[in-house]
């Protein structure tokens, strides 16, 4: 190789060198987010430990702490959220026409809506499956007899097709009544219009401690039909934005793994020798630069949230008014399949 050849392919390499190691550029969302002092997010019109507001407008959830915990890595406090409630048929319409800078409104991810909906599906938040909830009085103990029977479902849904699925897999006939609205569905339900209701587990429970008059009358049979991995989902387009929103994400099941807490995160700021938590923290090294944030980024998600057990614990947990088992969403090391890359 000629020495002209030989300066040019090691400017090259600086070139790439350099690039690769610049901030990242802000991107036309975050901007947006920091001009308005807000982080719009799509969320559920009211399911309880998931997304729902209470009688004084408060919102809570897991989805809502998402939410909070992406407007504190943003924009420092957790508050300048503003909640726009969509129901299924309007969700992706909200996101993709910029009414909303994310959706976390228990949405699952699937091929069809990662590839044609121009939105980006970022990190799993819950893992979950389809089932079904049936009165006790009804005697049925497993969703294969439910042959000829009607179930009330939501339209515009990914269990409206998974329904249709396993009915014609397995020859049950069954009878779907649809509905456009969450809670016309769960009316119908409870008023005996249909034999059994199906949506994700995790929202059969959230329905039965929300809506029924007894939960003890009704049942959720342990059949699960489908996957069902929930998430907050971007606009394509803007990377830095993506990357905000999938990390935030990451860094609160990172802060589990390595116990940091709501409550002593502000100690092991300053007191931790693990360089890993360090790192995290900011305290030793500024991964926020890469994403167009502060060094302190996800000290002051964890600070305002806790981290992704203490999300999971408060909102949905068995201690909770959900009582969800913790399941496939403990930690890899744990039993469970949340797997975080790391933060470094």
């Known amino acids: 190789m000629k020495f002209t050849q030989l300066k040019t392919a090691a400017a090259l390499v600086a ?3 350099a690039v690769l190691a610049a901030p990242a550029h802000a991107g036309k969302t975050l901007d947006g987010i920091k001009a308005r002092g807000q982080v719009i997010c799509g969320v559920n019109t009211g399911l309880a430990g ?3 507001a209470d009688s004084n407008g408060k919102w809570s959830g ?3 702490d998402m939410c909070r915990a992406m407007a504190a890595a943003v924009l420092g406090d957790g508050e300048k959220v503003k909640y726009v409630p969509l129901n299924a048929q309007q969700r992706f319409a909200a996101l993709q026409s910029g009414e909303v800078d994310v959706l976390a409104r228990n949405t699952t991810f699937s091929l069809t809506r990662d590839a044609s909906l121009g ?3 970022t990190a799993v938040t819950y893992y979950d499956g389809q089932g079904f909830m049936v009165p006790v ?4 103990k497993s969703a294969k007899q439910l042959k000829g029977q009607t179930v009330c479902v939501q339209s515009g849904t990914t269990t409206e097709k998974n329904l249709t699925d396993f009915s014609k897999a397995n020859a049950l006939n069954i009878k779907p009544i649809v509905f456009e609205k ?4 769960e009316g119908a339900y409870f008023s005996g219009r249909c034999v059994s209701y199906t949506t994700d587990a995790s929202g059969l429970a959230s329905t039965r401690n929300k809506v029924a008059k007894n939960t003890a009358e009704h049942v959720i049979l342990p059949d699960l039909i489908s996957k069902e991995p929930l998430g907050p989902m971007v606009r394509r387009g803007d990377d ?3 990357a905000i929103v999938k990390w935030v994400v990451y860094g609160l099941l990172e802060a589990e793994e390595y116990g940091i807490t709501q409550a002593n995160v502000d100690d092991l700021k300053v007191t931790s020798k693990d360089p890993i938590i360090g790192r995290i923290l900011g305290a030793t090294e500024d991964t926020g630069k890469l994403l167009g944030l502060d060094k302190e980024w996800m000290a002051r998600a964890v600070k305002t949230t806790g981290n992704y057990g203490e999300i999971f614990e408060r909102n949905v947990g068995p201690k909770s008014p959900i009582m969800l088992p913790r399941g496939l969403n403990n930690l890899w090391n744990k039993g469970g399949i949340q797997y975080a890359p790391p933060i470094r």
């Open 50 to 52: 998931f997304g729902a």
């Open 182 to 185: 969450l809670e016309a569905a």
């Open 62 to 64: 897991m989805d809502v």
């Open 119 to 121: 939105l980006h599906m």
């Open 137 to 140: 009085k009804s005697k049925i």
């Open 240 to 242: 830095e934005w993506f």
């Open 15 to 17: 070139v790439i060198g």
